[in-house]
């Protein structure tokens, strides 16, 4: 016989007063979550109760039922409907309606409250997208979506964007088949076919971090932060007609501009139009470029200018400056401590000062006509302009000189060179403006015939100077002395002068050496400012406008100054550059940079140099941030030991760089190529000065040392354990 099914009867649905509606002390809830009882009343008003409460009668003490309810599960929205009763927006005999749960049931009271807030599910995120999408489509705004759901208007847009990626990704990730935060990272670039490829890409890869997501979708783009950006201005760049993409859910300093092409045509356009303003300052040449590598004025003589005197207002509003300047110091001059206002403010009061005092550079109109200037972006990218720049072949030759014979240039030669003193400069014509040293900006003038003598046929004059070349080696040859001397010209000539132009009769040189691979920093680093120092230093004590004159110079220098000169101008042929073996031929061989590599650490070995001290630190921007995670760790487990190194390893990419570039700090550590051979061989553990990590430092690492976000994820017995060690 078939068993009859049980038929279920539900409880039965009534309206009752509110003011017969008690709370229960069987609910469950007990800790405040999720949204506010002030945000469910505005809700509430706004919409009306979607769900009813929950309730059973109220007996007396003889089980008879009181007339009152008491609320189990929904005391949340009771204590809603409380406060708009308090706020007198909701009447105390308003029908509340509710499911009435018999006083008899065998269901207790807490089962009923922890089921219904056990029972619940959650609304996929997903959903939430796609519900806002939907409201928008019906024409509501995102501020009244914003107030209707009590979220900030920002909010609502992160919402909208995530739900504008590519369909095929939000139904991985509907599947879980990526993390939020991915999802999140996608939002960067809204080319739904670019979104899907990168993934394509990094799925089965094992950097699935959101950074890598958002560097492959920008990887064609510039940053806003970007110098370039700084130098047109977004809003300009955005007028050509440049699109952004902007991250609606992390800091992106401005955004990213998607038309790099369009970038550098307007920088170069804006470039050009500043060199043409500079150009109506009568410069000879003018030479624009974005970057300027270091030693960018080697070989080229400074023109000393004097500053432009002060005008009345300018002298008037100085002595303002400087007169309140000296009476905020004189007034905390006794005092241990300058309150933060009047610190600040003496900062001002200098900077101030200082944009007065920077005066411009006056220059001789005569110097003005043959020299030039270079016109260029800083680091920060504001318009940088260098003025008063001569090259050798723009130097005025005496006339005497040439009829003489003492020009070695043209002597016995009739070489073709053009004759100018003082007042030729104003032949030169218009200012030529040149990039990557070809013209952009003018025509260059047309060569004149100088009436000059032709030449000696070219094969007497090899004849002639074959003899004299042999009888000055075999002077040279018993005149140490002289020698040294000779030698000393020609590097001098090299360092301080271009050698295509100069010439010499020595061929022994120093052939300067410019790192084409370079940190963007290596201009403003320490070692850069003192051999720049060094060579402003000899340049301003070296007769060099005139061979003859810096032969009688250095014949009187005593020996310990020629041979520091010796050692500045043979620093500018070092070369202990790594670069790519070229196994064809062209370029460096393999042995070759190995035995480069070997050479430049005896060198090094025999200078003491130490890099620490030449001012290399392992920064995000130097090191960390181009190394994987593995690298860093290695690193900061020399420095600080093991501990500090696993309290890092749970870190995001981004982080992990920023908080070992403080961990290391003042460490001493250096990644190996940067180490000495010998001091690494002799300490065994890469530990010695200048080398790595001080052993004890290390080891002496305490949890106080480290932010507390390091251990917000491990347990508080593990981060104990680690930072102790």
Not at 625 to 648: D, F, M, S, W, Y
């Amino acid at each position: 016989m078939t068993k009859a099914v049980q038929k279920i009867t539900l409880s039965p649905s009534r309206d009752i007063p509110f003011d017969k509606l008690v709370l229960s002390q069987s609910n469950v809830r007990r800790i405040k979550a999720g949204v506010s009882v002030e945000e469910l009343a505005e809700d509430i008003a706004r919409r009306g109760l979607l769900q009813s409460l929950s309730v059973r009668p109220v007996l007396a003490d003889d089980g008879t039922e009181t007339g009152k309810f008491e609320i189990p599960a929904g005391g949340r929205r009771f204590q809603a409907l409380s406060l708009l009763v308090k706020q007198k927006r909701l009447a105390k005999i308003t029908p509340i309606p509710c499911i009435v749960r018999d006083a008899a049931s065998e269901i207790l009271a807490e089962d009923d409250s922890l089921a219904e807030n056990m029972q619940r599910v959650a609304l996929h995120p997903l959903d939430q997208f796609r519900a806002f999408v939907a409201l928008r489509d019906k024409g509501q705004s995102d501020a009244e979506i914003a107030a209707a759901f009590f979220v900030t208007p920002q909010i609502v847009k992160q919402r909208l964007k995530l739900a504008s990626v590519a369909p095929a990704l939000l139904e991985i990730y509907a599947e879980d088949g990526m993390t939020l935060e991915q999802l999140m990272a996608f939002t960067v670039n809204p080319d739904h076919a670019r979104q899907v490829q990168v993934w394509d890409v990094i799925h089965s890869s094992w950097n699935k971090e959101p950074f890598q997501i958002r560097r492959m979708l920008t990887e064609t783009s510039v940053r806003a932060s970007d110098r370039r950006a700084i130098f047109v201005g977004v809003e300009a760049y955005e007028a050509a007609g440049g699109t952004m993409l902007h991250d609606l859910f992390q800091g992106d300093d401005g955004g990213w501009l998607e038309d790099p092409a369009l970038l550098d045509r307007l920088v170069t356009d804006k470039l050009k139009a500043e060199a043409e303003t500079v150009a109506a300052e009568g410069w000879k040449w003018i030479e624009v470029a974005l970057d300027l590598p270091y030693g960018y004025s080697h070989g080229l003589r400074s023109l000393s200018g004097d500053p432009a005197p002060m005008t009345d207002d300018e002298g008037a509003a100085h002595a303002k400056l400087l007169a309140e300047y000296r009476a905020l110091e004189e007034e905390y001059a006794g005092q241990d401590e300058i309150p933060d206002e009047v610190d600040t403010r003496l900062g001002f009061l200098e900077a101030e000062m200082e944009k007065i005092e920077t005066r411009p550079l006056i220059f001789d109109p005569l110097e003005i006509g043959r020299a030039g200037a270079f016109v260029t972006l800083d680091r920060y990218g504001a318009l940088a302009v260098y003025r008063g720049y001569v090259r050798p072949e723009d130097e005025p030759v005496e006339e005497t000189a040439v009829q003489d014979g003492t020009d070695p240039a043209v002597a016995g030669q009739g070489a073709d060179r053009d004759l100018t003193d003082g007042h030729a400069s104003a032949a030169h014509g218009g200012t030529v403006i040149m990039s990557g040293g070809q013209p952009i900006g003018a025509d260059l003038p047309e060569d004149e015939d100088d009436g000059a003598l032709k030449p000696l046929p070219e094969r007497l004059v090899m004849e002639l100077t074959a003899h004299r070349t042999l009888a000055l080696r075999e002077a040279i040859g018993r005149s140490p002395d002289v020698a040294l001397t000779l030698l000393l010209l020609k590097l001098v000539t090299d360092t301080f002068r271009t050698s295509s132009a100069s010439g010499s009769c020595l061929e022994a040189s120093v052939r300067h050496v410019y790192m084409s691979a370079q940190a963007p920093d290596l201009k403003d680093s320490v070692v850069a400012k003192l051999v720049d120092e060094r060579h402003a230093e000899w340049e301003a004590d070296l007769p060099l406008g005139d061979d003859a004159a810096l032969w009688d110079y250095l014949t009187v220098l005593d020996q310990g100054s020629r041979l520091a000169l010796l050692a500045h101008c043979l620093s500018f042929g070092v070369n202990a550059l790594h670069e790519k073996v070229n196994p064809y031929g062209a370029g460096i061989s393999a042995g070759g940079l190995t035995r480069r590599m070997a050479h430049s650490d005896l060198v090094a070995r025999a200078t003491g140099l130490d890099m620490v001290e030449a001012g290399w630190e392992p920064t995000v921007d130097t090191f960390l941030n181009r190394v994987p995670k593995a690298r860093i760790l290695e690193a900061v487990r020399e420095a600080k030991g093991e501990g500090t190194a696993q309290l890092l390893d749970h870190l995001k990419k981004g982080e992990m760089a920023s908080e070992a570039e403080r961990l290391l700090k003042g460490s001493g550590w250096l990644p190996e190529v940067l180490r000495r051979v010998d001091l690494v061989a002799l300490d065994g553990e890469d530990c010695a000065e200048g080398q790595g990590a001080d052993a004890e430092v290390a080891d002496s690492v305490s949890e106080a040392d480290l932010p507390a976000f390091l251990t917000d994820d491990l347990p508080a017995e593990s981060a104990s354990m680690l930072a102790a060690e």
